[in-house]
Structures are given as structure tokens and as C-alpha cells.
């Protein structure tokens, strides 16, 4: 897959208890290449890889229609600084 946008979603959770259902249901999809658990005002953050702006449409209204999923923040990267 040729890869032109690296996005990365900051996902707020509540009930906290979901986590562990909803990066099980991330977890799965092939433009989702890592997820981590993180404290502050969010819960978890993923890196997708996506060909274009569809694909990223498509993927944060995955992510908003989780149950569970109180808030998102998006955040598109346009320069990797270092890999």
C-alpha cells in the first residue's frame, strides 16, 4: 500500500474499561500501525497510514462510532523528522 498521509488519533474513552474492546476492534485494521495507552486527557493514540483523504474519512468515523469513544483529536503529520 502506498502510504500518503500519516495521521495520528488521540481517542478519549469512557467508560475506561472499554479500552482494552476498542484497541482490540483498532487493532485489526491493516492502516492502523500502532497503538499505544496514554496518560493525560486521552486514553489511547494510534498511527494509521492511509492513501488518501477517503481512507482518512473513513477511519476517524470508524473511530468516532466505537462505543465508548467520548472525543477524538486528529492530527495529520506532514514531515518525518526522524523514523
Do not use: W
Amino acid at each position: 500500500m502506498e502510504t500518503n498521509i500519516v495521521l495520528f488519533i488521540c481517542i478519549e474513552i469512557e467508560p475506561v474499561p472499554n479500552i482494552r474492546k476498542i484497541y482490540g476492534e483498532l487493532s485489526i485494521r491493516k492502516d492502523v500501525k500502532e497503538i499505544y495507552e496514554i496518560t493525560g486527557e486521552y486514553d489511547l493514540i494510534i498511527k494509521a497510514e492511509l492513501k488518501n483523504l477517503q481512507d482518512l474519512r473513513s477511519l476517524v468515523h470508524y473511530v468516532r462510532d466505537k462505543e465508548g469513544v467520548k472525543n477524538v483529536y486528529t492530527m495529520i503529520s506532514y514531515h518525518q523528522v526522524k523514523p
